[in-house]
């Protein structure tokens, strides 16, 4: 079994920045993915940004070039800095995680989520 906790989200006026965090515990492989899924209010849960133990990261389109996802495998920590918010980023996001054989993701544990708003 797998924890995750998350903290960080809010309010944040368009063009702001924000930095989610997720802790991990309990059974962490030593080769495993983290990231961050997002859902909006009426629509399906969309992936956000991921990073392998490895250090490889994957992002959406939607959001290259404005969020970084980054890691700390010594304390099984994955942090997702958000800069130039757009009222569309507004979602509940989620930490996942995920262990990693032969490259492909075994099990889905995720957190509570966190509410990220961008409003003026």
């Known amino acids: 079994q797998v924890q995750l906790v998350e903290s960080g989200g809010g309010l944040v006026q368009p063009g702001g920045s924000l930095r989610l965090s997720c802790a991990a515990s309990?059974?962490?492989?030593?080769?495993?993915?983290m990231g961050w899924y997002r859902q909006a209010p009426g629509k399906q849960r969309e992936l956000v940004a991921t990073?392998?133990?490895?250090?490889?990261?994957n992002y959406a389109d939607s959001v290259k070039g404005r969020f970084t996802v980054s890691r700390d495998n010594a304390n099984n920590t994955v942090g997702l800095q958000m800069n130039s918010l757009k009222p569309e980023d507004t979602a509940v996001y989620y930490c996942?995680?995920?262990?990693?054989?032969?490259?492909?993701?075994?099990?889905?544990?995720w957190g509570q989520g966190t509410q990220v708003t961008v409003s003026s």
């Open positions: 996942n995680y995920g262990r990693l054989y032969r490259n492909l993701k075994v099990g889905n544990y």
């Open positions: 309990g059974s962490i492989a030593s080769s495993n993915v």
């Open positions: 990073i392998t133990s490895g250090g490889t990261a």
